[in-house]
């Protein structure tokens, strides 16, 4: 993990381009005020998830994949243990592909739902750079 991932603390267990397994470790820094995880810690869970399961399919296409869409509908709260996240690839198309990824507590619980649309892009060649 790199960037905003590493951040906040997301562990990829499993990765193919149907399912994805991930947690995160609660931490303070990922609640809001009230003490609860902060939704946006689900959303960018959920984005990345999916992002890098179509990312890694499509990639041998000359392909890369980014977020189109993210629908996070927050359940139950989770303050403290793992956040446990497991994905599903509901539809896989030409140019989107739509994930659900439900959100549990070390209980089992479900406390969140997202549903994730990815779109599909052809890889543009990045310019070389300039000499000055």
């Known amino acids: 993990m790199r960037g905003f991932d590493r951040l906040y603390g997301l562990e ?4 193919s381009d149907s399912e994805v397994q991930a947690q995160v470790t609660v931490r303070e820094e ?3 005020p009230a003490g609860l995880v902060h939704g946006g810690v ?3 869970i959920a984005e990345s998830m999916a992002s890098l399961a179509t990312a890694l ?9 980014v ?3 993210n629908n996070t509908s927050f359940l139950r709260p989770v303050t403290a243990g793992l956040i446990h996240a497991h994905a599903i690839r509901l539809h896989r198309g030409r140019t989107t592909w739509v994930w659900d990824v439900r959100f549990t507590d070390d209980g089992g619980h479900l406390c969140a739902a997202t549903r994730m649309t990815i779109a ?13």
């Open 42 to 44: 689900y959303a960018a």
């Open 57 to 65: 399919a499509v990639l041998e296409n000359g392909e890369t994949a």
């Open 12 to 15: 990829l267990l499993a990765c």
């Open 30 to 32: 990922l609640k809001q």
């Open 120 to 132: 599909v892009r052809s890889i543009r060649a990045r310019p070389s750079a300039v000499s000055a």
């Open 67 to 69: 977020g189109l869409s």
